[in-house]
């Protein structure tokens, strides 16, 4: 069984910086692209960043520039550092894994989520 935690989650004001964690544990022989994705109530999910195993990303309009996504591929973890951040930002966040696991099988897995809520 694989997993995805996310953390990092919180209040802050606008103009504020946040860091989110996700960390992907259970049998995994390798991580192909892992991201980000947010949604707030009323809205579909939508993409922030990914990052391919390779280290290529990828960036949603609205956050380029503000936002980095980055990842350990030893440690199985992606992290999404949101900074100038603005009240359209808040939502709750996920990860997201495209994963092979120990049965070579090849699924995305999500987190739970967690919640970003930026105050004006």
């Known amino acids: 069984q694989v997993q995805l935690v996310e953390s990092g989650g919180g209040l802050v004001q606008a103009g504020g910086s946040l860091r989110l964690s996700c960390a992907a544990s259970?049998?995994?022989?390798?991580?192909?692209?892992m991201g980000w994705y947010r949604q707030d109530p009323g809205n579909q999910r939508e993409l922030v960043a990914d990052?391919?195993?390779?280290?290529?990303?990828n960036y949603a309009h609205s956050v380029q520039g503000r936002f980095t996504i980055s990842r350990d591929n030893a440690k199985k973890m992606v992290y999404l550092q949101m900074s100038s951040l603005k009240p359209e930002d808040t939502a709750v966040y996920y990860c997201?894994?495209?994963?092979?696991?120990?049965?070579?099988?090849?699924?995305?897995?999500w987190g739970q989520g967690t919640q970003v809520t930026v105050s004006s």
């Open positions: 997201n894994a495209d994963v092979i696991n120990a049965y070579s099988r090849r699924s995305v897995y």
């Open positions: 259970g049998i995994i022989l390798s991580i192909n692209s």
């Open positions: 990052i391919t195993s390779g280290g290529m990303t």
